[in-house]
Every structure is written in C-alpha cells, then in structure tokens.
C-alpha cells in the first residue's frame, strides 16, 4: 500500500535489525507476532529492533502502530493502556465508523476535527482499557484521536464493536507523535476495497513529513 | 509353496489393514513386513492416503484442458490465469478430527491445505470453508468450535477466509463435515512439483519437531466413529499457526531459488507419505535416517516417527551441495531444518535409525495399494413428492419470513464476521454473497472462488445432485463477473462397505463428470472422505465442489446486492415445477422428498454466456445466484444486502403450476439481474439471441419489500429473523 497507492518509499525492517534505515516513519502493522500466543504484542516488544523504535520516538519521530502494532507500543509503554479481550470474546472483522478527535497531528493533518472516518476492524484482542486515572488523564490532554461512532457520528454503545473503555479506537502520546489504532487503514486505501478514507491518514504523514523537510 | 505367516488380527486392526491385504503384501514383498513396514503399509494403504475404494471411479473425471497446468496427483491442482500468473487450489476433509475435537481438527485441517497449496510454491490468497452440522442447538458445540478454530488458525497465518458454506441437517449430527479449501498464486515459471528427482539430493525436513501426535490420524479418518472415537483424541493434532507462517513466508522467499527443487507437505501418513510420494513422483528411492529427525519427545521409535502427523513440517528436495545455503535461510525465520536422507535410485524407501535397518519397501509397493471394489446396490428410493396432498401456500410474506429465519438460509453475517476476510489487501468481493473475488496485486485480474454442495439433492438423486452442485458453483462464479476455470472436489460420504453408499460413490463420480464435461470445467484436484459414519448412521453423499473462475478485468465483478434506486430487476432463465428437496419443504412442511429440481446442462451454459455477454457489454448492475430458497429468497437477499427495498406485481403462475414451486421452487440455471432502465432493452434483445427467458420483476428502491396484492414486508421486518436465524 505504502509503496503502491501512496507511492512512497518502503523500507521493511526486521525484527532482527537494529537499524531504522533512515525512515520518517516507522509503521508497526498488523498481524499476530509470535502468534500472540502469551498476550498480544508481549513476546514482540523485546525484538531487537524495539530498542531503535524507542529511541527515535523519544527523538520525536513518526511510529504508529496499527491492530497488533498498537498493541505492542502498549506492552512496549510507549502508548499508556492494554487491549484486552473483545467484550463479545469473538474476533470481529467488520466496518467501523470512528470519529476523528485530534485533526492536528501528523497522521490526521488532512482531517477536520469531529470528521467520520468508515475503516475496518479486523481484531480478537482490541477492547482499550486503562485505570481511571490514566483514562482520565487522556481525556483532559485530549490523547483520544479515534472513538467508535454509530454511522451518525454519535458515540453509543451499540457502535463499540470491542467493549472499548469510553469507545477509544485509537490513542496518541503526549508529544502527539505515538500514535496507536486498532482499526486497519490501509485496508481501505483504494476504492476497490470498499473505502479510501484510511489514505487519509497515510497522506496526511506524507505531508507532515514534507514539511519538515521543506522547514 | 507354504501358506502365508498367520498374523494376529489385533495388529492387523491396529494398522486398518485386512487379511486379505496383509497376503497380498507378504506376496508382492516376498516375506512378511516388519512392524514399522507394516505400520507404513497401513497409513499408505488407508483410504485416506490411497483412495482404493473410490479410485476405480476417480479415472472419469476430466482433468485436461488447455489452461491446465497440473491435474491430480500433485499437492494441489493448477491452472494458468494468464498474465503469467498460475493458480493452485485445492480441497480437502477433516471431518473426523474435527467430530472429535472441533477447535483443532478444523484449524489443523486448515493448516493442512494451506501447505498442500504452498508445496507447489504458491503464496495463499484465499482459504473457503464448507461446514455442515446436526440441527442447532444440538450442534452448537460443534459450530462454535469449528468456526473458533478455522478464524483461530487462519487468521492468524494471515490468509483470508473469504468464503464456504455452511447446512445444517440431521444426516451431520454425529459426524459433521468440516472441508478447507484453499487457492495460492504463484508466477508460472516459478510452480514447484514434488518429485525428489536427482539421485544423491538432500531430502531436508522444516519447521516443527516430531512428537508422538496424530499417529495413525489417516487410518482413523478411515474408519467409522463409534463409541470408542474419543479414546483417540490423540490422534488430533495440534495447530501451531505461528509456526507455519514462518514456514510459509520462509517457503515463499525460496521458491524463486534452484537450489530447492521441491516442497511436500508432511499431511496424513506424516513423513511415510512425503517421502514416498515424492520418491513416487519421480520415480526414484530414498533412503531416511530417522535418527536425524528432530524430536519433541524422547525414546521415540522409527515407527513412531515414520507415523507421526505432527503439523507445520515440510520437506524441501534440496540440490546436493547446496544444503547450507537453504538451511540458513530457514535459521533466519528461526525454522528447525535438518538433512534426514537422501535421493537415491534404486525405487525402495529406506528407513534407518542411526545406521540400524528399520525398513525398506518398494516404493510401488507403498504408493500403489491395491484397488478395492465393493459391491453396490441402489439406495432405496425416496419418499414420493405427492404434490397434490401439500395444502395451497396463502401467506407467502409469513412463509417467506420463515425461510429466512431458518439457519439454512439466514444471514452468515454471525461466522463471517469472526474470519478474517479482508487480509491481504486483496479482497474484492467479500463473502456472504455468490462467489469471493480476490484480486492479483499489481493486474487488473481478478479470481472468484467459491465452494457448493447439496447432499440433500444427492440423498434424493446422488447423479443429479452432484450435477447440481458443480452448476451451482459455476453460477456463482457468472454471477460474480467470472467465468469457471477449473474445480476441486471433496465426496463426503459414508461407509462404502454398504452397497448402496458404494453405489452414491459411483452415482455422485458419475453425475461430477457429466457435469464437467457439459460445462467444460476440468477437476485438477480432490479428495475423498468416506466411512462418515456412526453407528449405522451415515451422512448423506455430499460432494463439495470448490471451484475458480477468472476475471480478467476486475472492473467487471458483479456484486450480488442491488445496486440503486430505481434499477430494474429481472430473472433470467426458466423456472420448473421445481419443489423436491426444497429447503420450503423442509422448512414449511417437514419434508425431504421428491426429485431433486431438474437440471439441462446446455440451458444452463446457455444462461451463463447471456449473462457473461450482458456483462461484457456493461449491461449488468448486479447478478445474484437462484439457488435454495428460491425465487423470493434470493429477492429477499439482495434488498437485505443492500438495504434496497423491492417493489413488483404479483407472481403468478402460469399452466395450472403451483404458487409456492414458483415463489419458492428451487429450479437452477436462474440469476437475478439488476441493471439500470436504459440498458433492458439491450439486455432483452441480449436473451433472445442466447435462447434465454428473461422476465422483469420490478424496480430495486424504497424500504419495502413488495410484491402487489401478494406480499409487503418492511425491511427491518425481514432483517429480523434473517440475522437471528443462527443465534
């Protein structure tokens, strides 16, 4: 997707290596590292390459974990909170609307603020959780950035496919450059998949990144 | 000459071989196997591995064809999609360890088929499910495992589960038919055999440890389930998906290397079958050391590890001198590998532990178990369809709400929602409605895919039945915009040694190649599974026909639900008094009786080229499959799908036929079309060149479903029961 629909360059990196290779943004997907046999993403956040992952967000560079990738940037404490089991206790595959809290980050800069997002979810162990003080201080730095909405952008119980704590889809750290999401964007970046409001969010990096560059 | 060595009984039953067979062994031998040799013969000679009670018949089936790349015989069939692109698939049974244990018999049989699809070095895009249970909420149990297991496994490989089939009927109580297909890509020049060829190569075995698990697993899958079954719950295996993902994705890096010049799949029989298949296929020897085989567990014996199904090992033919290069491919994905023996060139599998003589067999002897034929009797004919006797149908909206509410025919949504099915990026049309398309990354072709079987129709007719479920599946494929390329088939049966279960064999053979030959879809590969049986009571014969079609150009799939307001609907093709083995009769009058709906296979074809022609000259909005349920049941499905409502005069009969037979008869070689105004001409004049009738039935829009004076339902009021019908 990366290189085909967006067009820019791809670098994959092993879990065995110990370089970023110049990336602006590390992307960790989805999947089911060591087949999330322990705990999602426990196994995943001691790779070798977690250790460059955790330096060049501290430099404030781009990561952003998707479905699996969220859920080790949260066993990797990079991204406060657990994903715990779905409330149904069924994996779901299924469409989601989200409503876009934060417009002003670099991986929602193409987005207004309050916009409805169609993108799917595709996930057994995505239900947010977090204890009541770090739930709350997340609301008051405004670190929710996606809420699960009904196709009205109305924030009910009956849209929260997972049992997600306060309908919490996605998180951002409080630097605004960890960004953690259960729903899968690049799963619609073209038309022909059903969707291409995920290439929202992937162009709006591109552009972030432009503007560093061109600062 | 002496008689042969008496043999006790017991160790022949441990081995699922019959005196007979143990003569003919000693004879074609030269003197009586040991114990692992006759443990090998045992799993080689099941029907499971050898097919020596269908295979008489197997040889009917058409296989060629001109974009046929690989028939039967190999781990999975083959056929060119053009573009240089090729496409291997395949289907197979795991109804027995899925009876047994629901969770691990069904993601291990998925686990199963993705590496017979990977052996031939194609990269899986699309794993299909067929799955049939005893009534609910009996079968619950089964259900829920099963579905568990297939999401658990290939969700997490990364694969897409995109479609299948799921039936409930009394027939699968006790043995529940769980079928896994799956379809891989790979570059045409790129497609592996495995045939160990070249004397002196190394045979390397991949990914999992051996353990004692599933020893015997084939010889049980040849047996009945009785009493007894849950005593051998070890010969289950365990899946481990994460592991094959690796084995997969390090196979895939391999493929375009000449230094691996084959992969098998370590399926049923374990190593003996790998091994032996591959020495068959090339026509050479081996010779193993099992000593060199990495354990899970001590003190095993060579007949244990010649036995063993463990799952997610492969074995690589690797060219002599070129082992380190391969090995430390496979230590990059933390993959075990080790040289456990060689090519050789004298036809005898070899099997030695650290230097020690264990076995040596023609190989022959071990891949070619004799022929077995079976006496046959017809099954007894079927309650007649006294039509008459059926009271007139006076409320069809409440029937039609009955039939959508019934588990058979009610929404998937429930199953779907819990495989992963857009994984991949690739997944056009997703499941839920006639055929899966899948795209080929980086052209503008497309796959459809599909799985159909009806073992109701063959319990009435098993000829015909199978007739109809390969026209089924070539349906689904039109409506999605494909045309049919080849197909794959799963006989589900029961225990053969009955003659009139024999006789459905030969029957549902028969009517498959008939079919194929009407259609010209040729079977590059399949599986049997029979002795479905518990204590005397066996599933109806149900063969699933998993089939591919190609698009060449994805812009012209066809989605099933209706499209936009104020489209026109029209049905294509004639409908017959058509009522025997209908769902209707199940569900509104308790019945499983009659003939199954009469099938003309050249009308048929005749319905697919129109539609293909329509669609071709971008006449079409959207195309829909008739098939159980009928006419108004597959309205029905596509107002729910696309949340359209439907409004048309009242249907009615025509030359003294009955209402319900045409509401809700189940007449194949039908599609429900939609297309917008200006094109119903086109699509008129269309039909007559192609001999087809085409009747309009109304206008796509609104919140009602409605048929004048006759029916009017709201959409929730149909959503209902629909998306109730499996909870």
New interface residues.
């Given amino acids: 997707?990366v290189d085909?629909v967006l067009e820019q360059e791809l670098r994959y990196l092993w879990h065995k290596d110990r370089s970023l290779k110049g990336s602006d943004c590390v992307i960790l997907p989805?999947?089911?590292s060591?087949?999330?046999?322990l705990r999602t993403g426990a196994i995943a956040r001691f790779s070798p390459i977690m250790e460059q992952v955790y330096d060049f967000a501290e430099r404030g560079g781009l990561v952003w974990g998707i479905c699996n990738g969220f859920q080790v940037l949260c066993e990797a404490g990079l991204l406060p909170g657990a994903l715990l089991r779905n409330s149904t206790l069924?994996?779901?595959?299924?469409w989601t609307h989200l409503v876009v809290e934060r417009a002003d980050l670099a991986f929602t800069g193409l987005c207004q603020r309050s916009e409805l997002l169609r993108i799917?979810i595709?996930h057994?162990e995505g239900s947010y959780f977090a204890d009541p003080a770090t739930l709350s201080r997340l609301e008051q730095n405004g670190q929710v950035v996606f809420r699960y909405s009904d196709p009205d952008g109305r924030v009910t119980a009956e849209a929260n496919p997972n049992g997600s704590l306060h309908n919490v889809a996605g998180i951002v750290n409080r630097r605004g450059n960890v960004l953690g999401m259960m729903p899968?964007p690049?799963?619609c970046?073209?038309a022909?998949?059903?969707g291409t409001d995920g290439l929202k969010l992937f162009r709006s990096v591109v552009e972030s990144a432009m503007r560093v560059l061109t600062a | 000459m002496s008689a042969p060595p008496a043999i006790d009984e017991r160790r022949l039953r441990e081995v699922a071989l019959t005196q007979d067979e143990y003569r003919l062994i000693v004879e074609r031998l030269g003197r009586a196997p040991n114990r692992v040799e006759l443990g090998m013969l045992g799993v080689l000679w099941s029907e499971h591995c050898s097919y020596k009670t269908s295979r008489p018949f197997l040889g009917q089936l058409p296989s060629g064809g001109a974009h046929v790349l690989q028939g039967p015989g190999e781990n999975a069939g083959v056929v060119d999609v053009g573009g240089g692109w090729a496409c291997a698939f395949k289907i197979e049974s795991h109804n027995h360890p899925s009876a047994i244990e629901p969770y691990q018999g069904a993601a291990t049989g998925v686990g199963g088929i993705l590496r017979d699809v990977i052996a031939m070095g194609a990269r899986p895009v699309a794993i299909l499910d067929s799955l049939r249970f005893g009534p609910l909420p009996e079968s619950r149990r089964h259900l829920e495992g099963v579905v568990?297991g297939i999401?658990g496994y290939g969700?997490?490989v990364?694969v897409p589960t995109v479609g299948g089939e799921l039936w409930f009927e009394e027939c699968y109580a006790r043995n529940p038919l769980v079928n896994a297909m799956c379809v891989g890509l790979v570059r045409v020049d790129h497609l592996k055999r495995a045939g160990a060829q070249g004397t002196g190569n190394r045979l390397l075995l991949v990914g999992a440890d051996t353990g004692r698990d599933g020893i015997h697993g084939a010889s049980f899958a040849s047996l009945e389930l009785d009493g007894s079954s849950e005593e051998r719950r070890p010969a289950v295996q365990v899946g481990?998906?994460?592991?094959e993902?690796c084995l997969l994705e390090a196979c895939m890096d391999l493929v375009e290397s000449d230094a691996v010049l084959a992969i098998q799949d370590l399926g049923a029989a374990g190593l003996t079958s790998a091994v032996a298949e591959c020495a068959a296929r090339a026509g050479k020897g081996a010779r193993i050391d099992v000593s060199l085989v990495p354990r899970r567990e001590r003190g095993m014996t060579a007949y244990e590890v010649m036995l063993s199904e463990s799952q997610e090992r492969m074995l690589v033919v690797v060219a002599r001198g070129r082992e380190a290069e391969v090995q430390s491919h496979f230590e990059n994905w933390d993959l075990t590998s080790e040289v456990i023996g060689e090519v050789t060139d004298d036809g005898h599998l070899e099997v030695v532990d650290a230097g020690v003589g264990e076995a040596r067999l023609p190989v022959e002897l071990l891949t070619e178990a004799p022929v077995r034929r079976l006496p046959a009797r017809p099954a007894a004919a079927p309650a007649r369809l006294e039509l008459a006797r059926l009271p007139d149908l006076d409320d069809p909206g409440a029937v039609l709400l009955k039939l959508l509410g019934s588990p058979n025919l009610g929404s998937r949504r429930p199953v779907?929602?819990?495989?992963?099915?857009?994984?991949g990026?690739a997944?056009?049309i997703?499941p839920g409605g006639d055929a899966a398309v899948i795209?080929i990354?980086?052209t503008r072709r497309a796959l459809a895919v599909t799985t159909d079987g009806s073992g109701r129709y063959c319990r009435l007719d098993p000829q015909r039945g199978a007739q109809l479920a390969v026209a089924e599946a070539a349906r689904n494929l039109v409506a999605a915009g494909a045309r049919p390329l080849a197909l794959t088939d799963c006989l589900n049966l029961a225990n053969p040694e009955r003659p009139e279960v024999y006789w459905q064999l030969e029957q549902v053979v028969a009517g498959i190649a008939v079919a194929c030959r009407a259609l010209e879809i040729p079977v590059v590969s399949g599986n049997v599974s029979l002795y479905n049986e518990s204590e005397g009571v066996g599933v109806w014969p149900t063969p699933v026909i998993g089939m591919v079609g190609l698009l060449e150009d994805?812009e012209k799939r066809l989605p099933a639900p209706f499209q936009a307001d104020g489209d026109f609907v029209l049905l294509a093709g004639g409908t017959g008094d058509d009522l025997g083995g209908s769902e209707y009769l199940k569900v509104v009058h308790g019945l499983v009786a009659g003939a199954p709906p009469e099938l003309d296979l050249k009308r048929e074809l005749a319905v697919h080229e129109f539609v293909r022609a329509a669609n071709a000259g971008g006449l079409l909005r959207s195309a829909h499959d008739l098939a159980e349920g009928g006419l108004l049941v597959a309205l029905a499905e596509c107002s729910l799908w696309s949340g359209l409502g439907f409004r048309g005069p009242a249907l009615r009969p025509e030359g003294g036929r009955r209402l319900d037979s045409l509401l809700f008869g189940e007449s194949p070689s039908r599609f429900l079309l939609s297309c917008g105004s200006r094109a119903v001409p086109e699509l008129q004049t269309l039909s007559r060149r192609h001999h087809v009738e085409l009747q309009l039935l109304g206008l796509a829009g609104g919140d009602q479903f409605e048929l004048e004076g006759q029916l009017r339902l709201s959409l929730p009021e149909m959503r209902g029961p629909y998306e109730g019908a499996l909870t």
């Fill in positions: 997707m085909q989805g999947g089911f060591y087949g999330d046999y069924e994996f779901r595959c299924q799917p595709s057994g899968h690049e799963r970046a073209e022909e998949l059903g | 568990a999401g969700n997490c990364g481990n998906p994460f592991l993902k779907i929602r819990r495989y992963d099915h857009m994984v990026d997944t056009l997703p795209r990354k980086g994805y």
